[in-house]
């Protein structure tokens, strides 16, 4: 018997979620950002549904740029992070890829690889948040040798804002920290704005655009409700099934170390998910829910390696076999991951391989 739990990634969702955000940002390419095995759905599986409405793929590591083309990718692909090793450049002007270069090692390199081919070049430059990029008085000299001693073929300015939350005015510093560059400059491509600020920092959109976390359904912000009026849809629901029900008496513990008593007679049911399969084990326990036959229900006790359970008092018609939604569209996973203290984008990311992902 296959175990139960399975990620359904919904293709409809993640055509809707990208067309929302071409919308928005009608004047704008769209780089879909596809990193740590595009935010857990699987990369291929993101690729296959939107391969021909996104401009371009933004990925971290060398091996999943290879996945792209290798799937017949011949699209703009972005390493974000560039280059590690000196090794990699091989293969990066073999694979067509645009590269990202933020610190003087990575120039260096570039400078003495001294290929004969062309090369699109994202130049990072730290505006803010003193992470990755070169400092802004070191940008005009970087420009010059890059365009005297690398065969470029475009140069786009790149940064990454720090706080592009709804209110923030830090999106605004940040880039009239480069707006003399962007004077100078003005027949450059530009690419600033993520996922928080297509939705609230229009005028950070200039050329092109690097979505995320709202492209796969959830909140930048970790609050749901942020984007709810956009009709951004969640495109992985975890789901799994009860594999087992007991009657508990006043009394009774549930799960280890014996944190949850029972005052009450109850009927509980046993969910084939746990901590193993990427579930949060430090959430909120008692306060956190699921869904069986349209019915929220409580997490009880606490969530084991494989196993959860929860309470089906009210739901007397929940047997073995029973689908439950973990997490999706009825479970927002913003409100699970608020449950554990943490944010979306770690969930996503943590969901197990032994987790099927299955497309839809």
Known sequence: MVRPICAIINSNALKNNLKIIKKIAYKSKVWAVLKADAYGHGI??????????????AILTLDEAIILRKNGCIKPILLLEGFFNRE?????????????????????NLIKFKSKYPINIY???????????FPIKDVIPIINIIKKKINVYNITLMTHFADASKNSSFVKKQINNIKNIINIYHNFSYSFANSAAILWHSYS????????????????????????????????????????????YPGDIIGYNCQYYTNTKNRIGIIACGYADGYPRNINHNKTYV???????????????????VDLNNIPTAKIGSSVELWGENIKIDDIAKSSNTIGYE????VSKRV????K
Not at 292 to 308: A, P, R
Request: proline residues 3%; aromatic residues 12%; contains cysteine.
């Open 205 to 248: 959109y200039y050329d092109w655009i690097r979505t995320g976390i709202i492209l796969y359904g959830a909140s930048p912000t970790g609050v749901w409700e942020d984007i709810a009026k956009k009709k951004i849809q969640p495109v992985m629901t975890l789901k799994s099934k009860i594999i087992s029900i007991q009657k508990i």
């Open 123 to 133: 130049i990072k430059i730290n505006t803010g948040m003193n992470r990755l990029g």
């Open 291 to 309: 869904l069986i036959k349209g019915i929220k229900t409580l997490i009880l006790g606490s969530i084991s390696m494989d196993m959860i359970v």
């Open 44 to 57: 291929k599986n993101i690729y296959s549904v939107i391969k021909y409405d996104s401009d371009g793929f």
């Open 347 to 350: 969930l996503m990311c943590s």
């Open 356 to 359: 099927p992902r299955i497309l």
């Open 88 to 108: 990699e450049l091989y293969l990066i002007y073999k694979y067509f890829l645009t590269i990202t270069i933020h610190n003087k090692w990575q120039l260096n």
